[in-house]
């Protein structure tokens, strides 16, 4: 499902600095924001704070914000930029970070335990993919920007977005496959794991 663009009134509110129109954003997005830091990071609670920040830097650039360009790619870019610069900065000085297995999966509840084992497994391959095959993925499959959006955000080309989806998706089905779990069991929805294949 793709991420709606906020109320053009509401925006240029926010962008005078109407506290009550900012809200509204976040309101809007910060979940999507939060479950994209998640995956990335691994760390609840890091997320959380990341999230914050995210928007705090939202709020101080949104009176620069173009109203020609998409606010969700914009978005997109401001949380991909400060997660980058965490990540960096972990590499500097490790850290215990809470594992993959103690989040939450983006599932419903009751889930068939088959099910239930499969998302795992794909959210366990989706963690080990290597950041950049990581991002564009998570844009596609969670956070539902497009191809085109993706490519702005992560200022790459529309084929290099193309090429990094493909990748991580074959990644994530082999990794699938050595578990034992086939094709057709491990189908995504907007709900589960990121492995399901698609057309531009």
């Known amino acids: 499902m793709p991420l709606p663009q906020p109320d053009p009134g509401v925006l240029r509110k926010a962008q005078r600095g109407d506290e009550r129109a900012f809200s509204i954003i976040v309101r809007t997005y910060e979940q999507p924001v939060y479950n994209y830091v998640v995956r990335l990071t691994g760390d609840r609670v890091l997320s959380e704070d ?5 928007f705090l ?4 650039g949104l009176p620069s914000f173009s109203l020609r360009s998409r606010f969700t790619t914009w978005l997109f870019q401001v949380t991909k ?11 500097r000085r490790p850290r215990a970070l809470v594992g993959l297995d103690d989040i939450p999966p983006l599932e419903v509840v009751d889930a068939p335990v088959e099910r239930t084992e499969t998302i795992d497994a794909g959210w366990r ?3 080990a993919l290597n950041p950049d095959l990581k991002m564009a993925l998570l844009l596609r499959d969670i956070v539902g920007l497009s191809y085109a959006e993706i ?3 992560l200022e790459i ?3 290099t977005v193309k090429w990094r989806i493909y990748k991580a998706r ?10 034992g779990i086939t094709a057709s069991t491990s189908t995504s929805t907007s709900t589960s794991a990121p492995v399901h294949a698609e057309h531009a």
């Open 50 to 54: 990341l999230t914050q920040e995210v």
């Open 57 to 60: 830097r939202v709020f101080q």
């Open 81 to 91: 930029n400060r997660v980058l610069d965490e990540l960096r900065a972990l590499e």
């Open 125 to 127: 391959a989706v963690a």
């Open 151 to 153: 490519a702005e955000t």
């Open 157 to 159: 080309t529309l084929a």
């Open 170 to 179: 074959e990644e994530v089905q082999l990794a699938l496959q050595r578990e």
